[in-house]
């Protein structure tokens, strides 16, 4: 059974930093790219960041390059999103996704909330 839960989320002022943790299990996380999707009040699931299996490839969204950077360790089976410099537009609940197919739930964690707001 394919399990992803997500948490780090929080309160944060503008210009702050937070980190998100993805822990998984169920499936064999090292093989697998790994996707951070998001979705404000109001708006559909949107790409945020991806990471390849071995970790050599990342991509990023437009609107969070230079700010964000993602990683993985897969020794823990865990995805992490480092999120520096926060902006009240990143406000939004964060998920992470097996592979591409973020649109699944099946394939998502049920999310943690980064608010942004002085």
């Known amino acids: 059974q394919v399990q992803l839960v997500e948490s780090g989320g929080g309160l944060v002022q503008p210009g702050g930093s937070l980190r998100l943790s993805c822990t998984t299990s169920?499936?064999?996380?090292?093989?697998?790219?790994m996707y951070w999707v998001r979705q404000a009040p109001g708006k559909g699931l949107e790409w945020v960041s991806r990471i390849s299996p071995g970790s050599k490839q990342k991509g990023y969204t437009d609107s969070v390059k230079g700010r964000f950077t993602v990683s993985r360790d897969n020794a823990k089976n865990t995805l992490y999103l480092q999120m520096d410099s926060l902006k009240a537009e990143d406000t939004a609940v964060y998920y992470c996704?097996?592979?591409?197919?973020?649109?699944?739930?099946?394939?998502r964690g049920q999310g943690t909330q980064v608010t942004v707001s002085s």
């Open positions: 996704s097996q592979g591409a197919d973020y649109h699944n739930p099946l394939l």
């Open positions: 169920g499936f064999a996380f090292s093989t697998w790219w």
